[in-house]
């Protein structure tokens, strides 16, 4: 199993989120999809406001989080990540990323377990040959981060899934650190 995908189930887990068992490879609901684009729409318009303002912590940032989200509709299908080749290199522009982005983040609109790899792998790939960052290290302190949010019995200190999910508890920690020079 992707090592980043384990931290994701180990959040579900502890979370209460909806995860299939691994290797179930169960198809997500309308609603399942329909909640998960959002998700993925409102941090991929998060990452494009960053990238206009350039803002290279904030754009890894939000390129770690899509990639947590893409990881969650994995886990909630019970299957494995399958890596996906990306076909962008460094041309200079901006544009060239978001075109990749948006057109990722459309692509999970079907629910297939493809679509989110792509993502997911798409993620990874910016960050290293875009952002010049450490994805690895960037991705566990955002989990890290996550699973703070747990008392001392392990269990999350909002009741309430859902309002978690909606609400930015979850703040990321400085990334800054994840930037190579």
């Known amino acids: 199993m992707n090592e980043h995908l384990a931290l994701v189930r180990a959040f ?9 068992e691994h290797g179930a490879d169960e198809p997500l609901s309308d609603m399942d999809i329909i909640m ?7 941090e991929g318009s998060a990452v494009l406001k960053a990238l206009a303002a350039a803002g290279m912590v904030e754009i890894l940032d939000g390129l770690v989080d ?7 509709a994995l886990a909630m299908r019970g299957v494995d990540v399958v ?7 460094h041309d200079g522009y901006v ?3 978001m075109r990749l982005l948006s057109g990722s983040i459309n692509n999970c609109a079907t629910g297939s377990t493809e679509s ?4 997911y ?3 990874v790939h910016l960050a290293r040959s875009f952002l010049n960052a450490d994805f690895d290290k960037a991705f566990r302190m955002v989990h890290e981060s996550n699973m703070s949010r747990l008392d001392e019995r392990g269990r999350p200190i909002h009741e309430n899934a859902w309002k978690i999910r909606k609400s930015k508890l979850f703040k990321a920690p400085d990334l800054s650190e994840c930037l190579y020079e």
Not at 66 to 72: E, F, I, Q, S, W
Request: glycine content about 4%.
């Open 95 to 97: 544009l060239s990323v």
């Open 66 to 72: 899509l990639g947590y989200y893409a990881l969650g």
């Open 83 to 89: 890596e996906q080749p990306v076909s962008w290199r």
């Open 36 to 42: 998960r684009q959002a998700l993925l729409m409102e």
């Open 121 to 123: 792998c798409a993620c």
């Open 116 to 119: 989110y790899s792509e993502l």
């Open 12 to 20: 579900h887990d502890a979370f209460s989120f909806p995860q299939a």
